[in-house]
């Protein structure tokens, strides 16, 4: 088998309800979606979400590199995916959502042929995975309404985001404490907004509360100040724009400046990747999230297949595509009652996908 052609198309899809976090405010979401065409009847779909704060990608550049890359791709065999990787690798290192893409498509591929889903494929070690739903920074009632809400659709555990004013914070995950009671699970993620002083504060504010963890505190550039947390909390201290790439775990896990790291596909360049920076995270024995940014169901599918497929991934924050309108990558996954499930079609499991015609 060869690959022909790689086509690929850059989507805007609009969001429900713009939102903000401690560094913006989000109304819509690009992605670029991928169909790599072989010479035989299988199609391999990929999808990048450039993000300039999350990967270090704007959306034009993103898509450059695609346009080179897919001239690359053409005539290698697809199912050689590490050799395909590898010799690629020099032209993705600054475009990891476009890795992510591109490695997407070719285990989309592997797993058609193969009619197998890719979590099988990876290890096949549980069927599903519950999510946390994201309560983003809003007036109070707002974000008491919008915890209940995912309360009520049966969701297990909320992502409450701040990090804008640690006391205001503080009084919100109180409040949202109260009105969701004590068995749903709470995790805060400031998305760098506090410095370490500040963190403290917020600690000693929601030390009753029963926070399950405290996503970011710190800037990514400050690992002192993100091991001071650390140190500190005695809830789990968890790295996510702190981890890049696989050196950043290596220096994560060495320094033990966490307690948790965050794996995002479109961070770190895909699955291949993130088993990579898992297996430094299983090997110093810190706890595993798998994370996405504002994308389409097709690469939350790639994130949900991951995250079944090993056993220390124990939590998921895979809520990005929830929100989106005209996601043409919709049905890759199930939610149920705040439980994500693969569809078990072959592959990332659409046959097609309707940007491309």
Known sequence: MRIERVEWVRVEMGLREPYTIAYETVDHAENLFVQVVTDGPYLGFGCAAPDSWVTGETYDAA?????????????????????????????????????????????????????????????????????SGTVFIGQPDRMVTAARRFVEEGFSAIKLKGGRDPEGDAEMVRRVRAAVGKKVALRFDANQGYTAEQAFAFLAAVEDLGLELFEQPTHR????ALHRVTQRASMAVMADESLLDLADAFRLARG?????????????????????????????GLEAMVGCVDESALSIAA???????????????????????????????RLESGVLYPTDAPGLGLARLGCFG
């Open 256 to 284: 033990e400046l966490v307690d948790m790291i965050n794996i995002k596909l479109m961070k770190v360049g895909g699955i291949e990747a993130a088993l990579a920076v898992n297996a430094v995270a299983r090997a110093a």
């Open 303 to 333: 994130g949900l297949h991951l995250a079944l497929a090993r056993p220390n991934v124990e939590y998921a924050d895979l809520d990005g595509h929830l929100d989106l309108l005209d996601d043409p990558g919709a049905g890759a996954v």
């Open 63 to 131: 898509a450059a590199t695609l346009g080179a890359v897919s001239g690359a791709l053409v005539g290698a065999d697809p199912l050689r995916r590490a050799r395909v990787l590898h010799a690629l690798a020099p032209m993705l290192q600054e475009s990891p959502s476009v890795a992510a893409a591109i490695d997407m498509a070719l285990l989309d591929l592997l797993g058609k042929v193969a009619v197998l889903p890719v979590w099988r494929l990876l290890g096949g070690f549980r069927r599903s995975m519950p999510t």
């Open 221 to 224: 550039g400050e690992g002192v």
